[in-house]
């Protein structure tokens, strides 16, 4: 689908519309499914062996599913998530709303190493190429070992141009070139994965 620059920049803002409007505006219905997030919430527990006692930071957690499966699995762990969309905080899992905060990846408000892991899923690719390197510096900063980010990438111009059709809130659509080149410019040395879609 062919969506107008107009109507990117007021997606841009995660609205309604993106989460729960036309599909070609975004997700089309974003609803809460263990099958979307508990099998790999298991796996990143096992991983990076979380339990109780550990605090956990989910950037750009939307509604709170994913937190949701952490605090499901780990019920005494400290569990936090930021995202820049007040639609999504008001449509939060009742459970989870108030460990949402409203806020950017590219100034977390937390203390310095404060979080045992520090998770971001499709989301710091949504801001611009020096937001991207702002962002990769906070979770540097606020975690004290483990991090993970799910972020898109191309290898070759028809991967870029899937990208550029289907994602229509980033800011910044990278190759897997550049996106090494931040990590190194940054020193982010945490886990990380690159997807096309």
Known sequence: ????????KKLQKFPKEYFDGKR??????YYYNPKFFRKIV?????????????KILD?????????YEFKKALPRCEIKGIDISTYCKKKALE????????????????????????????????VTKNGIKRSLKEIIRVS????????????????KKKIDNWNVVAKSNLSEKNWFKLFKETNYKGDFQFSKF
Request: with cysteine; aromatic share 12%; glycine share 8%.
């Open 1 to 8: 689908m062919k969506v107008s620059n107009k109507l990117r």
């Open 24 to 29: 070609e505006h975004g997700y089309g219905g």
């Open 42 to 54: 298991k796996a990143m527990i096992k991983h990076y062996k979380l339990d109780n006692t550990s």
């Open 59 to 67: 950037i750009g957690c939307a509604k709170g599913f994913m937190m």
């Open 95 to 126: 459970k989870i709303k108030k460990f949402i905060k409203i806020g950017t990846c590219e100034k977390l408000p937390y203390p310095n190493k404060y979080f045992d892991f520090v998770v971001s899923i499709s989301t710091i690719h949504n």
């Open 144 to 159: 004290k070992k483990n991090s993970f980010i799910r972020i898109k990438a191309y290898k070759n111009i028809q991967e």
